[in-house]
C-alpha cells in the first residue's frame, strides 16, 4: 500500500485547509484511512479515520467538530478539511491505512503510513 499526501503548507490562523491522500494498494473497501499528526516536540496523535465499506467515521477527542474526514471510493482517496486552523494545529500530516475496521486511534493499528505532508498555521 502506497499513500501519497497532499494539500499541506502555510495557512493563517482562522482559514480552512484541505489535506488529501490517495492511495494505491488500497481502497475504501478494503481498508479503513484516516490521519495522524505530530507537532514539533509531540507525540504523534490520532486526527480520525474513515472506516472501511462505509462504517463511518471517528475522530480524536481534540478535534471538536473542527476537522471532517471524508472518502471518495472512485478515487482511493481521503480528505482531512480542517476549519478555523489555529496555531496548535502546526504539525506533519500523516495519512494512514489499515485493514482493520475497528480499534482504530492508536499507531499499531495502523500498517501503512505516508511520508507526511507539513501544515503551518501563521497566526
Known amino acids: 500500500v502506497q499513500l501519497i499526501e497532499a494539500g499541506g503548507g502555510l495557512v493563517q490562523a482562522g482559514r480552512s485547509l484541505t489535506l488529501s491522500c490517495e492511495a494505491s494498494?488500497?481502497?475504501?473497501?478494503?481498508?479503513?484511512m484516516g490521519w495522524f499528526r505530530q507537532a514539533p516536540g509531540k507525540e504523534r496523535e490520532f486526527v480520525g479515520v474513515?472506516?472501511?465499506?462505509?462504517?463511518?467515521?471517528y475522530y480524536g477527542n481534540f478535534v471538536r467538530g473542527r476537522f471532517t474526514i471524508s472518502g471518495d471510493k472512485s478515487k482511493n482517496t481521503v480528505y482531512l478539511v480542517m476549519n478555523n486552523v489555529e496555531p496548535a494545529d502546526t504539525a506533519t500530516y500523516y495519512c494512514?491505512?489499515?485493514?482493520?475496521?475497528?480499534?482504530?486511534?492508536?499507531?499499531?493499528?495502523?500498517?501503512?503510513w505516508g511520508q507526511g505532508t507539513q501544515v503551518t498555521v501563521d497566526s
Open positions: 494498494g488500497a481502497t475504501l473497501k478494503t481498508h479503513s
Open positions: 494512514v491505512a489499515s485493514p482493520k475496521y475497528t480499534d482504530l486511534c492508536y499507531e499499531r493499528d495502523f500498517d501503512s
Open positions: 474513515v472506516r472501511r465499506g462505509g462504517l463511518g467515521t
